[in-house]
């Protein structure tokens, strides 16, 4: 029996949701389902809720800092999730994982140095390193028959011919919700130790891994990832409060830490409001059940996604994501150039999904299908889909 209920629907218009009401902005046109930006439809666990309105009813909203429950909570969470010990000193609060990548960038690179990145990926990796004046190196992924793998080759060549200074990992990989293996991160982690490249790892797809499957964060894989690793985290996938903008890095390696960490102080970009971190805390504390509960709601979803393609729409192949609610849609055998594909989504079947080239131009033939809603939306969603494919 389940205690949350995923099937409700939630009318999110007018409540600020980028996903809803940036639709006529983003897509020209506010009719859409909107099936894009990676939050999700569902109610947040009521503890947060419960966290959170306790504290707004006390009438001063004067500056905060963070509670000691609340460093405690993220460091049980990696302990007992995802067995990274990890100490307070470690640790420190940013304000989104985005801004997170940003500072790392600006802080441990110059204008004019390289930083690899892996597409197809999350699209912020390039958009930041470019618009701080960095230069991006590419090494794409190489796709297999279930997913994706790193080219080992090309990433050595790079680092010996380019002398590259950091590369951003996304770990699990977005958007096609890949799981690195414990011996790719470790081999990733020798090469970027030797060749003296940092590693940014944005982990904030990390909690919600599906099938059971476990998450590995790269510091713990070798002493290699703990030397030369920033890894960045948050509650706000998982448990659906990006909104509240509440992340943390962990960094192991003391040398890297403690003027990075002086920097962020010195700038005050460590600073946290009381709402990030109330709802942190109780979501690490008593979200543990309403997680478990999503992660089998959206494996739900995956199923009925996969079985209608196959029955309706067998020329729309979803890659089967090992983390997160995003699923990554081969959609090339319609032999449609990427204009008319999302034309396709968007003005033919009504549906609002990230065009596969947001993420390099490796997405092409792709779009990125967010499946955390329920069910019932998903549904209906597909048979729009099906019917403009029908209608090509
Ligand atoms: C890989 C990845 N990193 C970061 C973010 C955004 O994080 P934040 O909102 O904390 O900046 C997303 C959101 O989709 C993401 O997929």
């Known amino acids: 029996m389940s205690n949350y209920n995923f099937d409700q629907i939630i009318d999110r218009r007018g409540s600020r949701a ?25 109610a947040v666990c009521p503890q947060i809720i ?32 995802h067995k990274f010990n ?21 802080y441990f690179t110059q204008k004019g140095d390289k930083v690899i990145i892996q597409p197809p990926v999350y699209h912020p990796f390039k958009s930041v390193v470019e618009g701080n004046e960095r230069v991006v190196l590419n090494n794409p992924l190489i796709m297999t028959e279930v997913d994706y793998e790193m080219d080992f080759d090309h990433l050595e060549h790079l680092m010996k011919t380019e002398n590259p200074r950091m590369l951003i990992l996304c770990n699990p990989h977005n958007p096609a919700g890949v799981q690195w293996s414990v011996a790719t991160l470790q081999r990733l982690a020798a090469l970027c130790h030797k060749y003296g490249v940092k590693v940014v790892s944005d982990e904030i797809h990390g909690d919600l891994m599906l099938y059971g499957k476990p998450h590995y964060p790269f510091a713990t894989v070798s002493d290699d990832a703990a030397a030369v690793s920033i890894t960045l985290g948050a509650p706000s996938k998982t ?3 990006p909104g509240l903008v509440s992340s943390w890095y962990v960094i192991k390696n003391p040398e890297l830490r403690e003027p990075f960490y002086k920097w962020l102080s010195a700038n005050e ?9 109330i709802a942190t805390e109780a979501a690490y504390t008593h979200g543990g059940e309403w997680l478990k509960e999503a992660a089998v709601y959206i494996e739900q979803n995956i199923a009925t996604l996969e079985d209608f393609c196959k029955n309706n729409m067998p ?46 131009k490796e997405g092409a033939g792709f779009m990125r299908l967010n499946v955390g809603c ?9 048979e729009k889909l099906a019917n403009a494919i029908n209608n090509l």
């Open 18 to 42: 980028m996903k809803i009401d940036c639709l006529e902005t983003m897509f020209g046109r506010p009719d859409l389902t909107s099936m894009w930006i990676a939050d999700m439809d569902f």
């Open 50 to 81: 419960e966290a959170l309105q306790e504290r707004i009813s006390h009438p001063i909203y004067g500056y905060s800092c963070p509670s000691y429950g609340y460093w405690q909570s993220v460091i049980d969470w990696l302990r007992n999730r």
């Open 86 to 106: 990890v100490t307070q000193e470690e640790l420190t609060f940013i304000p989104g994982v985005v801004r997170g990548i940003a500072y790392a960038v600006n």
């Open 239 to 241: 448990f659906n409060i």
């Open 269 to 277: 970009f460590n600073s946290s409001t009381f709402m990030a971190t």
């Open 315 to 360: 020329a729309i192949k979803p890659m089967r994501p090992q983390a997160s609610f995003l699923v990554w849609l081969d959609c090339r055998e319609l032999g449609l150039e990427q204009k008319e594909l999302v034309d396709l989504f968007v003005n033919k079947a009504g549906l609002a999904l990230n065009d596969g080239t947001m993420f390099g």
């Open 374 to 382: 329920p069910k019932s939306i998903l549904v209906a969603a597909l």
